[in-house]
T-cell receptor, first 113, second 117 residues
Framework: QKEVEQNSGPLSVPEGAIASLNCTYS??????FFWYRQYSGKSPELIMS????GDKEDGRFTAQLNKASQYVSLLIRDSQPSDSATYLC?????????????FGQGTELSVKP | DAGITQSPRHKVTETGTPVTLRCHQT?????MYWYRQDPGHGLRLIHY???????DKGEVSDGYSVSRSKTEDFLLTLESATSSQTSVYFC???FGTGVIGPNTEAFFGQGTRLTVV
């Protein structure tokens, strides 16, 4: 089992719809979770971080964390063509592992006008 | 902009030659990381550093070495490049290595596209 798993997609949604991206992780002691956006040919860009159970909202983005189910999600409301990118879920490794981030494969999102 | 510069941005090299990639940061962060990104594999950690001359291996470290003689520079060396090392390489920095909170966020450089022919 991979440590962090995402559906690779592609996920296609119409403009204005809600895009839902999902991620599961295997290490129960993980406590910090991140979503990165990566445009083609560019570097990953941090868009959301979440540390406690529940929802965290930032503009059109909402991150959701359920530690009991080991599940993290990202909702993008009112999706725009400019949101088309690959979204990477990352989990902070437990302490004594150099603080590394463990990444999922990424989900490719396509927002159609 | 997290003050991270990778060089070179693009490189084509021949099989068997040594290659060194450089990551330079301007913000005096202690923790630095080298990842590679390949289709179907996401980002995989090669090596990381938690201080000057303090480094450790990641999950895909075979064929790579690193050095950190100054806080601001983290070098990745491919000792004898192979075609399987054709990839995009990203450097990342972190403020800290706590297990929770903003200090656990990582920021990436622009990447180096390496092709081994």
């Amino acid at each position: 089992q991979k440590e962090v798993e995402q559906n690779s997609g592609p996920l296609s949604v119409p403009e204005g719809a809600i895009a839902s991206l999902n991620c599961t992780y295997s290490d129960r002691v993980s406590q910090s979770f991140f979503w990165y956006r990566q445009y083609s040919g560019k570097s990953p860009e941090l868009i959301m971080s979440i540390y406690s159970n529940g929802d965290k909202e930032d503009g059109r983005f909402t991150a959701q964390l359920n530690k009991a189910s080991q599940y993290v999600s990202l909702l993008i409301r009112d999706s725009q063509p400019s949101d088309s990118a690959t979204y990477l879920c990352a989990v902070n490794a437990p302490y004594n592992q150099g603080g590394k981030l463990i990444f999922g494969q990424g989900t490719e999102l396509s927002v159609k006008p | 902009d997290a003050g991270i510069t990778q060089s070179p941005r693009h490189k084509v090299t021949e099989t068997g030659t040594p290659v060194t990639l450089r990551c330079h940061q301007t913000e005096n962060h202690r923790y630095m990381y080298w990842y590679r990104q390949d289709p179907g594999h996401g980002l995989r950690l090669i090596h990381y550093s938690y201080g000057v001359k303090d480094t450790d291996k990641g999950e895909v470290s075979d064929g790579y070495s690193v050095s950190r003689s100054k806080t601001e520079d983290f070098l990745l060396t491919l000792e004898s490049a192979t075609s399987s090392q054709t990839s995009v390489y990203f450097c990342a920095i972190k403020f800290g290595t706590g297990v929770i909170g903003p200090n656990t966020e990582a920021f990436f450089g622009q990447g180096t596209r390496l092709t081994v022919v």
